[in-house]
């Protein structure tokens, strides 16, 4: 007896040597100091302070959503080097290769089905998260930049799921890429560059794969990573995450501060673990869509762009070409982008929804738009059918810059009313504006995904 426990002893010495030889610190922390240490030694921690203010601790602030993001995004890069190993990116193997991934690769269906449904769980994702920031006033000085940081990434991972939609070969995707490009024609002077540089040729072919593989196996995942750290390094300078507070809450300049472990790390396994969980039983009980393999010869009946751009097909049904894929988006995302350095009457950050009548006019807004844009969907179907002579003026006009002063005037009448009702501040209306516009988009898309049947017409999709 005596002996054996002399060996353990042994050997527990060997492994206590091998363990100080990598590990100088205990590998869980035990007080404060070793902590601290276990922060500035263990690398992938850099990102997170020693101790956190304890209300951004509350899941009510971030829902834990930009952590999902990086979770998936690593989910995304590990999976993709899987993928790799079997895909062959060229028009004649592209498809059987997949074939070949789904039936004769173990757990092949498993990792194509998980890198397809986080890539576009991933936007939605970001975009709650974006809209989270916005909401809760994190954009505000010394947040500013980051938000536009915030941007890159989302136009940066809307990327990724653009050319990987590509990558099946299969009829869904090849004109799926058809239509989103051909969106690029309408853009004047540079569109036609663009469009060629996209598919690296006049058509969608080999040279096309080639390049969009490229772009999404090499390109897109190094500016992601540099964005991603960017971004965190920033969210540092900038003190962390703005503390949540009432409407009538002044902000607090020293709030009282916790243990970043374990108090914010356990969370963020938490919601880790519980994400992959989810993700891995979805993608187990539902598989990622492959159509027939890709035939340039036969259209489908009715040809829509990937989801994330049904918004901007929707927008080609009801208004000139290039006020619908030009224009608009231009005037919109470059708003969006000057959204934190506008001219504010107070620091709302922390305060969701800026106020109590900052709530009331945003859902005023929201509905509003959930009305009138079903409204003008429905007048511009019924002005644009088939053998109807609206006027004898320009298209540019009629579908294009007459209907974008009618938006512009609908939305000068709300400011003025919620102004003149409310007295709301510049605020309030910045994001009633923001609700308003955010809301029509969303119908748009849910339109364009689920209720334009054949010939892109109008349907009731039950």
Not at 10 to 36: A, L, M, Q, T, W
Not at 452 to 459: D, H, N, P, Q, S
Request: proline share 7%; hydrophobic share 50%; aromatic share 12%.
């Amino acid at each position: 007896m005596y002996q054996e426990t002399g060996q353990v002893k042994h050997v527990n010495s060997i492994i206590g040597r091998v363990r100080r030889s990598i590990f100088s610190d205990p590998i869980i922390p035990r007080d404060e100091s070793e902590r601290k240490r276990f922060l500035r030694r263990v690398l992938l921690l850099h990102f997170r302070p020693s101790t956190v203010p304890d209300k951004t601790l509350r899941f009510s602030l971030t829902w834990g959503l930009g952590g999902m993001a990086v979770v998936l995004v690593l989910l995304q890069i590990s999976t993709g080097v899987l993928l790799k190993f079997v895909y062959e990116p060229t028009t004649i193997a592209a498809y059987s290769s997949i074939q070949t991934l789904i039936h004769d690769v173990p757990f092949g269906r498993l990792m194509r089905n998980l890198h397809h449904w986080c890539a576009h769980l991933l936007v939605l994702i970001i975009v709650l998260h974006m809209l989270r920031v916005f909401f809760t006033g994190a954009f505000h000085p010394p947040r500013q930049f980051n938000w536009i940081i915030g941007f890159m990434m989302f136009g940066t991972i809307l990327a990724a799921n653009f050319t990987g939609y590509l990558l099946p070969w299969d009829q869904l995707a090849y004109w799926a890429v058809t239509v989103s490009t051909g969106m690029l024609e309408y853009w004047p002077w540079i569109g036609y560059l663009f469009q060629g540089v996209i598919l690296d040729g006049a058509d969608i072919g080999p040279a096309t794969l080639r390049f969009f593989f490229a772009v999404h196996t090499a390109i897109v995942p190094i500016i992601l990573l540099l964005l991603m750290g960017f971004h965190f390094w920033r969210i540092r300078k900038a003190g962390g995450l703005v503390i949540p507070r009432q409407p009538e809450e002044a902000s607090i300049s020293h709030p009282s501060r916790i243990p970043t472990i374990p108090n914010l790390i356990l969370r963020e396994m938490v919601v880790a673990t519980t994400l992959i969980a989810v993700v891995m039983v979805w993608s187990v009980l539902v598989n990622a869509p492959l159509a027939d393999p890709a035939n340039p010869g036969l259209s489908p009946n009715p040809t829509k762009a990937p989801w994330y751009f049904a918004g901007l097909q929707e927008m080609l049904m009801h208004f000139h070409p290039v006020f619908a894929v030009c224009i608009i988006p231009l005037m919109v995302g470059l708003v969006f982008l000057a959204i934190p350095y506008l001219k504010y009457e107070s620091d709302t950050g922390g305060v969701w929804f800026v106020s109590r009548v900052g709530r009331k006019t945003g859902m005023m807004a929201a509905v509003i738009a959930l009305l009138v844009t079903p409204l003008l969907i429905l007048t511009s179907e019924k002005l644009m059918a088939p053998g109807r002579e609206v006027s004898a003026m320009p298209s540019f006009f009629m579908s294009g810059l007459l209907p974008l002063v009618l938006l512009f005037v609908i939305t000068g009448v709300f400011i003025w009313f919620i102004r003149k009702r409310y007295s709301v501040s510049s605020n309030e209306s910045i994001q009633a504006v923001f609700i308003l516009i955010l809301t029509a988009f969303v119908v748009l898309t849910m339109t364009g995904i689920w209720f334009r049947g054949e010939g892109m017409i109008l349907k009731v999709p039950w």
